[in-house]
């Protein structure tokens, strides 16, 4: 399984754009990049997924280089309740396999 | 909402106990995976269930054991619980075999052993 690095924590401000930017030297071809936010207490939601170039929906979007060994999730216009723990996954195996994540906190 | 329901929501037991937790999964999904989150880390996977068979487990040990029946519910069983049992116990349905394996998380049980 590819080893992902993203930062510990993160602060913004409401209103303001959010990139977390996760490294995954280790990708392997047929790998998927996955995110995922959690908020106390509560299960990880998808958020996000995709394989190369760009991905959009409705809450985020997702950067991914043409070498695909990091990726940044962007959250436009935050608000205090995208306040979570935003987790990057690699690969697309059975199991999930979950860092630390980043701790986003968005402050007004 | 997930579609993924798991129950209890909080249980509380002692050191040596037994104890089983529920999960619901989501409707057209056929695998189920649980998951243990310890609190300020990230979910670490216990195992999978695939056809109501063990589908891939993680570094935990025999006395953490599980169940998937046909309607692809599914049981957590953990026998002779310790104090560093105590966390946030996950489970997590998802459809195998599909492109993307994303998967869909309950709210959890928090398991507290005194």
């Known amino acids: 399984l590819a080893k992902t690095t993203q930062p510990i924590s993160m602060d913004s401000y409401e209103g303001q754009e959010v990139n977390i930017t996760c490294s995954h030297n280790?990708?392997?071809?047929?790998?998927?990049i996955t995110w995922y936010q959690q908020f106390p207490s509560q299960g990880p939601r998808f958020i996000i997924q995709?394989?190369?170039t760009k991905v959009t929906n409705e809450v985020a979007s997702l950067f991914i280089p043409a070498d695909r060994k990091s990726s940044t999730l962007s959250l436009p216009r935050v608000s205090l309740s995208d306040t979570a723990v935003y987790y990057c996954?690699?690969?697309?195996?059975?199991?999930?396999?979950f860092g630390s994540g980043t701790q986003l906190t968005v402050l007004p | 909402e997930t579609g993924v329901t798991q129950s209890p929501t909080h249980l509380i037991k002692t050191r040596g106990q037994q104890v089983t937790l529920r999960c619901s999964s989501q409707?057209?999904?056929?695998?189920v995976s649980w998951y243990q989150q310890a609190l300020g880390q990230g979910p670490q996977f216990i195992f999978q269930?695939?056809?109501?068979?063990?589908?891939g487990r993680g570094n935990f040990p025999p006395r953490f054991s599980g169940l998937q029946f046909p309607n692809y519910s599914s049981e957590l069983n953990v026998n002779a619980l310790e104090l560093d049992d105590s966390a946030l116990y996950l489970c997590?349905?998802?459809?195998?075999?599909?492109?993307?394996?994303?998967?869909?998380f309950g709210a959890g049980t928090r398991l507290s052993v005194l």
């Open positions: 997590a349905s998802s459809l195998l075999g599909a492109r993307e394996n994303i998967q869909y």
């Open positions: 280790n990708i392997a071809t047929n790998d998927y």
């Open positions: 995709g394989y190369k």
């Open positions: 996954l690699v690969g697309r195996p059975r199991q999930l396999t």
């Open positions: 409707s057209g999904h056929n695998t």
């Open positions: 269930y695939y056809r109501e068979e063990e589908n």
